[in-house]
């Protein structure tokens, strides 16, 4: 590589890591998300700082926890004040192009000071969303087979913007953004990703534990969705669907790759690969997501780097957060970060993935109960979610999980804490938290939540302020000023 890479961030929304083949799933068919990772490093143990969309992209974006900055909900986005990796690299001398029109990133105003192109030049001709069948399937925001010719939903005509876009790249280094919307629900498919697994094929999800050690707003989700009753059949068809809409990524995925080499830049293009957060998909009875869910299912990320001459075919096993994005990429494109942040640069590991990382990784969501005025208020079908978290705001109290290799600490502020032995509880269905002989692993992980909210708790600024500017007001009464008294005058 003979100057600064470009890149590629192709970012699906809520998907599971579990569910791509890279990852473990022998019955997902995913070659191009596979091809990435024989081509650099995928990451088994990264996990994402939020399980909701909006704050986890802009906690990988800042290099912020969601706390940093106040960056908890839906619609507190990144402001213009606010650092962010598409504008540090914009500022550095790339040239950054988004395709598609996704707005849950950035507050007003900000895509303009951090992007160049935006949009699309080929236009969707269908949403995401429409009908359900009849019955559970709207709780379960499952829509099935989508049927119609030359279908362009808004992430079909992100792919085909940037496959046009990629006819004709620019000479300086570039990057481009691809913030799809699948395989986040609704699920849906058409044909052939509908019908490309055979539903009695598919594995049952994960069984719900003992309720009295699971957070309050699972039972609440099973009853509320009325979906304490859904049969294994139709979680399979829920499952298959899901994986449909995977490949169909994959697929696409495989089209960006064509195009970039087609380009003549795949040996200076480095690709990004990870999703915003998770999906229960029948896992303890549940669907979707939730703020204050911190299951493996929903926070473990399938982060892949890869291409551009980096080392190929890596496994990295340390402990990563998905904030560790941003000082990556700014290394490997030779820029300093603007900012304090507490990312941390995965390139040691891109040469060689045995290195140490971190010893933990955290994750943290929901709200206190003063905050339920600025809860959302979605409409169907996510209006029971909704109802939920006003009619009861504790259901949605604020969390933080802490992993470590082995071990996850959930720590919940108006319920109980919970623990979970990974080595021989991978499905965390077993809370340990109440049980005397492990309170030392307890104290250890709670202790390492406490350091860590300290630490992370806000950010010092490294412009410097005077600390007696000028002011340019008239004088009180027209009094002159008083002479400064020099003889008795100290500073601290």
């Known amino acids: 590589m003979t100057r600064r890479p470009n890149f590629v961030f192709f970012i699906p929304d809520q998907l599971r890591a579990d569910a791509v083949g890279a990852f473990g799933n022998d019955v997902i068919n995913t070659p191009h998300i596979d091809a990435l990772a024989a081509t650099g490093t995928r990451f088994t143990n990264a996990f994402v700082q939020h399980p909701v969309c909006s704050p986890s992209r802009a906690s990988l974006l800042t290099g912020w926890y969601p706390h940093t900055a106040g960056h908890r909900t839906l619609t507190h986005l990144i402001q213009p004040d606010e650092p962010n990796l598409l504008r540090i690299l914009k500022d550095s001398g790339y040239h950054i192009a988004w395709p598609g029109m996704r707005g849950d990133t950035f507050a007003p105003g900000v895509t303009e000071l951090s992007v160049h192109e935006y949009g699309f030049s080929v236009l969707p001709n269908m949403g995401h969303g429409g009908d359900y069948p009849e019955g559970v399937w709207s709780r379960l925001f499952y829509r099935g087979k989508v049927s119609g010719d030359d279908l362009i939903d808004p992430d079909e005509a992100l792919i085909r913007t940037a496959e046009q876009w990629l006819e004709n790249p620019p000479d300086q280094p570039w990057v481009l953004f691809l913030p799809l919307i699948a395989p986040h629900c609704p699920f849906q498919a058409e044909e052939p990703w509908f019908s490309r697994h055979d539903r009695a094929a598919m594995a049952d999800p994960i069984p719900a534990g003992d309720p009295a050690g699971e957070p309050r707003f699972m039972r609440a989700i099973r009853e509320s969705y009325e979906i304490g009753e859904v049969t294994s059949a139709q979680w399979r068809e829920v499952v298959a669907t899901y994986y449909g809409m995977i490949e169909r990524l994959d697929s696409q995925l495989g089209r960006i790759t064509a195009a970039v080499e087609r380009a003549g830049a ?28 911190m299951h493996d299912c929903i926070t473990r ?13 890596g496994t990295c096993s340390a402990m990563v957060e998905l904030i560790d994005v941003l000082p990556t990429v700014l290394e490997l494109a030779d820029t300093a970060a603007p900012h304090r942040h507490f990312g941390r640069s995965l390139l040691p590991q891109l040469r060689d993935p045995a290195l140490p990382h971190r010893e933990f990784a955290f994750t943290e969501g929901g709200f206190t109960i003063e905050e339920e005025s600025q809860l959302e208020r979605p409409a169907f079908p996510y209006d029971r ?3 939920l978290q006003h009619a ?11 992993r470590d290799r082995d071990w996850t600490y959930v720590w919940r502020l108006y319920e109980q804490p919970e623990l979970y032995d990974r080595r021989t509880d991978a499905s965390e269905l077993i809370n340990l938290a109440g049980q005397p002989e492990y309170a ?3 104290q250890r992980m709670h202790e390492a939540m406490l350091r860590w909210m300290v630490e992370t708790s806000d950010v010092i600024p490294y412009a410097v302020d005077p600390r007696f500017p000028q002011v340019d007001l008239p004088i009180p009464g027209g009094m002159r000023p008083p002479r400064p008294d020099r003889t008795n005058t100290r500073r601290t």
């Open 440 to 442: 030392d692993i307890r």
């Open 385 to 387: 979610k909704g109802e």
């Open 266 to 293: 795949a040996q200076d293009t480095i690709t990004l690969f990870f999703a915003d957060h998770g999906e229960y998909l029948g896992d303890y009875g549940l669907i979707e997501k939730w703020p204050s869910a």
């Open 301 to 313: 990320d399938p982060l892949i780097i890869g291409g551009g001459g980096l080392p190929g075919g």
């Open 392 to 402: 009861d705001p504790t259901l949605v109290g604020r969390a933080v999980a802490v």
